[in-house]
């Protein structure tokens, strides 16, 4: 009979997968959150209690091991995402690893090697790349709307003062680059779809911190295209984005895993006048935009059941990661 449920296991016990991932997986019907694993028994069994999974594990190997998991979401700390995707590719699973993928683009070639290889899929879990925000601006600088895009901006800033947790530590994968800056990285990536030319860095850090906290970062494109993405551990929240084309403009006031209702706006037909701009044409989409991370565990069961291809390619992975290196060698931090 042909197999209609994706059963789920997860390792470790995180905020993001408590928060909005494990709420999602319990509402799609393809979908069956099967087995958690958790180095500290009191924790995992704390954390388990309101999701009642079937199974749960105290070592992440035993949870590969168990052949009714059919795929992983693997939301660990960055640094051991290379060891335990490999682990899980050899074991048979599907994988859906948290942003960012890796810390490098080698190894996010041995991942997808390793997925090829073993016959499983591999997603980046950049959840905003599977909702209707994001896509419809894609669509709009498609068709043309507001001619060729000149100028991207996106700014990503999240106001985290703990500074023991995971986010600044350097030898779990910390820093803004790869927990903030990747968004900016991979929405330029998505909207742009090619490498920059060049770049200019500036990273700032925190007194006591040894990773980067904030990073203002310039890139020049081939055709006169440039983007200016910033980010924040240690700014004011704010997520928004604005794409200037040749003959018209995209402004979008929302954070990246926005949901509900949200508003895209196009400005065209603007004219200099003296020391003003007139006759300006301003068009607001209106778009309901479904939880982002049910949409993410909802389409990665569909590409498992049925084949349909990943929101978040091969390809757009490892332009992200190859970006992200760029960025982090041109701040001094590699």
Known sequence: ???????????????????????????????????????????????????????????????????????????????????????????????????????????????????????????????????????????????????????????????????????????????????????????????????????HVFCGSQPGSDVDTSDAVLLRYEEGVTAMLYAGLDAYPRGCFSILGDTGRIDVDHKFNSRGLCHIRVSKNARPQNAEYVDEVTTDYTVWVDDNYLLEIRQFCDAVLNGTPLAVSEEESLRTARVSDAIRKAGGLA
């Not at 070592?59 to 009714?68: K, R, T």
């Not at 060891?83 to 991942?111: D, F, N, R, T, Y």
């Open 1 to 199: 009979m042909e197999k209609k449920v994706v059963r789920w296991g997860v390792l470790g016990c995180s905020g993001i997968g408590k928060s909005r991932v494990l709420p999602s997986m319990l509402q799609i019907p393809t979908a069956e959150f099967y087995a958690l694993a958790g180095r500290n028994e009191e924790k995992l069994k704390a954390y388990a209690e309101p999701f009642a999974p079937k199974k749960l594990y105290t070592d992440y190997q035993a949870l590969l091991d168990d052949e009714n998991v059919d795929a992983v979401y693997l939301p660990l700390p960055n640094s051991i995402h290379l060891e335990w995707v490999l682990k899980a590719a050899k074991a048979g699973k599907h994988i859906l690893c948290e942003k960012p993928l890796a810390l490098s683009e080698a190894e996010v070639q041995q991942m997808f090697a390793a997925a090829r290889e073993n016959h499983v899929l591999l997603e980046e879990a950049y959840a905003y790349r599977h909702a209707q925000l994001v896509q419809r601006v894609k669509e709009i600088v498609d068709s043309g709307e507001i001619g060729r895009i000149r100028y991207l901006e996106s700014k990503h800033s999240t106001y985290d003062t703990n500074l023991q947790g995971y986010r600044f530590q350097k030898g779990l994968g910390g820093g803004a680059i790869y927990d903030v800056t990747s968004y900016n990285v991979s929405l330029a990536s998505y909207l742009l779809g090619k490498d920059p030319a060049d770049m």
